[in-house]
């Protein structure tokens, strides 16, 4: 990473400490309450890879520099070798996916690859010949995702290791994030990566050890900190897109070796393809943050203009385009851009000097939408450069759900394999808000309907599941159950806590947790330490019921009447029988008929066992609103009254706080015609039919 002349002032100093501090810190985790100016550094990777692409070939070798975090001895060290879940059908990965990922099947002829670890070494002495794989989720002896490598002698806390590692890998053809098609290459967690050895304290650990999980079919990843070089050769032909910035290029024989690096990053990726078409921009902050979303979250947050844009810089950009799809890179760039901005005032600025978005071929979708640090995979189709599905956002949705990824799983290194929300949840959440307000519908409908991520997200989120959100990627009951409660769910909740706590309250904590937890290693529980201080209604019910479990949550008006209140009927003190006045008049049209008092009476329900406060409003005919509170303990509250004016309409969460609320026809009962104009219902009942549409094809298998 190139860094600007302020950050480097700071880490520069901070790299005097280095190492020592960081040990220092973890001895103490009581000392890691405050955010981190930079990572701590736990190992750098110096890697020379040749592709040679007709074979589907990589031969690589990488000097791996590991730092004991820990203040325990090491014994053992512990890597992924990730594309051996595609060395064959006896995979754990393959068992859990039969083959299949996000709607792309394997080919299970010729696509298989693997990933070969031929020596590795530390000071001369040979570790291979010990080296065994494990299982340590499943059992399966088949799998070969996780390799441990016992050491002569043990590490001791703080020291550094130097191994010498030579492996050869063949690129399985892509249908899950990462292999070949034709002559496109995605390189993507594709050399022997060192596992997160965690210190005590880390993630609230109690005790030290390894974090190193096999390669799951829903899984993705979770590693350390560091500085990658890497020097890649391929045929002159070939352009390579590559994580870092480039340091060096050299031809020879017909073949150039391109060299790249980046610091403080814990992932590196890179791609190759004689096609692509590359078009360059820049995101210049003084011409691409909006003055009007500063302007915003400067009165949201309570910070000044100065504030907001301090550590803001300007950012190379580079987009990998497919022959035929060059018209939308511009689709790209402004997506890109917007996402700049947007994070770097809710959460804090990007660090790193580049981003490179790879554009995907139409046949390797399977690489479509993966994130890596500085470099991510887009997708688009022909068709949505043309009129009408031009006004399909598709393109714009990706580029902001995958950059954004940067952030969640990228500046702060959560534990994809172990809680996969705090990655794809808050980046669902993240990318709703900034294409709701960046482009307000994902597609647009006639008459001035659309629908919009978020309605999406609710269609998806809300049917009945048995998986709570917190949960191992492995352990979904289905692929459907990981996608919803990785994505949609969590979002969706997030945007039911934002609703509760209000806008103030609710971006405050957000950012304040993003920028605490900033080159660090959240969890579930430091993110809702975050938002605990804001005292939100519901809030704890919230996270044992939503992440915890699998409550749901369904207002509805359940009884509306308001009648006119007949005082004058029954028996009098001296014993006679009176008629009610309505029926003394029956047959007769009086204007006393329209007279109050009326007596009305509503009943609101609740089904499901997440309890939520709502607010019940009742509309009168003469345009007067009686507005209540209710905390929702209970299954039903009935509300009564006498009024002057007959009830018109009842509704239970008006505002439409309640995001969860699984059913919203239901929420509305109108006795008389007027409140709602026509085209308002139409609009509102439009809505609500589109997200029923949604959820339904959501369901099917």
């Not at 919803?484 to 309250?505: C, D, F, H, W």
């Not at 009830?647 to 015609?673: M, Q, S, Y």
């Amino acid at each position: 990473m190139r860094l600007n002349a302020e950050t480097r002032a700071r880490h520069g100093a901070g790299a005097q400490l280095g190492m020592r501090a960081a040990f220092f810190l973890l001895l103490f985790p009581g000392g890691l309450a405050v955010a981190l100016e930079a990572p701590r550094k736990i190992v750098d990777y110096d890697i020379q890879v040749a592709l040679e692409p007709k074979d589907r070939l990589f031969t690589g070798h990488e000097t791996l520099r590991w730092t004991n975090p820990s203040d325990v001895p090491v014994s053992t060290l512990k890597f992924h070798l990730y594309w051996n879940a595609f060395r064959n059908s006896a995979s754990t990965f393959f068992r859990e996916s039969g083959g299949r990922l996000r709607k792309d099947r394997a080919d299970e002829k010729e696509g298989w690859g693997f990933i070969d670890v031929t020596s590795m070494s530390w000071k001369g002495a040979d570790l291979t010949k010990g080296a065994r794989f494990e299982s340590p989720d499943d059992g399966n002896a088949d799998d070969r995702t996780v390799l441990s490598v016992p050491l002569p002698r043990h590490l001791a806390p703080g020291e550094t290791i130097a191994l010498e590692i030579a492996w050869k890998a063949k690129a399985p053809k892509i249908f899950a994030r990462a292999g070949y098609v034709r002559d496109f290459f995605l390189a993507g967690q594709w050399y022997p990566k060192i596992a997160v050895f965690e210190p005590r304290g880390r993630r609230r650990r109690a005790e030290p050890g390894w974090n190193a999980h096999q390669y799951h079919a829903f899984s993705e990843f979770y590693a350390d900190w560091g500085d990658t070089r890497v020097a890649i050769t391929v045929p002159e032909a070939f352009v390579v897109a590559s994580a870092g910035e480039k340091v060096s290029e050299t031809r020879k024989g017909g073949k150039k070796t391109i060299v790249f690096a980046q610091e403080q990053i814990h992932d590196f990726a890179w791609s190759a393809d004689p096609r692509y078409v590359i078009r360059e921009s820049l995101f210049d902050p003084s011409r691409d943050v909006p003055a009007s979303e500063v302007e915003r979250a400067s009165k949201v947050l309570g910070l000044s203009r100065e504030e907001l844009l301090r550590g803001f810089h300007p950012v190379k950009l580079r987009f990998y385009m497919q022959p035929g799809h060059e018209s939308q890179w511009r689709r790209y760039e402004d997506a890109q851009k917007w996402a700049l901005a947007w994070l770097g005032l809710w959460a804090f600025p990007y660090p790193y000097a580049q981003v490179s978005v790879i554009d995907p071929p139409e046949d390797g979708m399977g690489a479509a939408g993966m994130e890596y640090q500085t470099l991510y995979t887009a997708g688009t189709d022909k068709w949505l450069g043309r009129w009408p599905f031009s006004g399909f956002r598709e393109p714009e949705g990706v580029v902001i759900h995958e950059f954004a990824h940067g952030y969640w799983y990228g500046l702060l290194a959560s534990n994809e394999f172990e809680e996969s929300w705090m990655d794809e949840g808050i980046t669902t959440f993240a990318e709703t808000v900034m294409m709701d307000r960046r482009y307000r519908y994902s597609f647009a409908l006639p008459f001035g309907l659309g629908v919009t991520d978020e309605h999406q997200n609710r269609a998806q989120a809300l049917g009945p599941d048995l998986d709570p959100i917190r949960r191992s990627a492995w352990a979904f009951s289905s692929e459907r159950s990981y996608f919803k409660n990785s994505y949609a769910r969590p979002a969706t909740v997030l945007q039911q806590i934002r609703r509760l706590a209000g806008e103030e309250a609710f971006w405050r904590a957000f950012r304040a947790y993003a920028l605490r937890w900033r080159f660090d290693y959240p969890t579930s529980e430091d993110f809702f330490d975050a938002f605990r201080p804001l005292a939100i209604p519901g809030f704890e019910a919230l996270v044992a019921g939503a992440f915890s479990g699998t409550s749901s949550i369904d207002f509805r008006i359940v009884t509306a009447t308001s009648e006119r209140q007949n005082l004058g009927a029954g028996y009098d003190d001296a014993g006679r029988l009176a008629l009610p006045p309505d029926e003394k008049r029956k047959g007769k049209k009086d204007k006393t008929d329209e007279r109050g008092p009326f007596e009305t009476v509503v009943v609101v329900g609740r089904d499901g066992d997440l309890v939520l406060p709502v607010e019940i409003a009742l509309t009168f005919e003469n345009g007067q609103v009686a507005r209540t509170r209710w905390d929702g303990c209970e299954k039903w509250i009935r509300l009564r009254t006498v009024y002057a004016s007959r009830l018109a309409r009842a509704e239970v969460d008006p505002a439409g706080t309640i995001v969860l609320d699984r059913d919203p026809f239901n929420n509305v009962k109108v006795l008389r015609a007027k409140g709602l104009s026509a085209t308002a219902k139409v609009r509102t009942y439009a809505v609500h039919l589109v997200e029923n549409l949604l959820s339904l094809a959501w369901s099917l298998p």
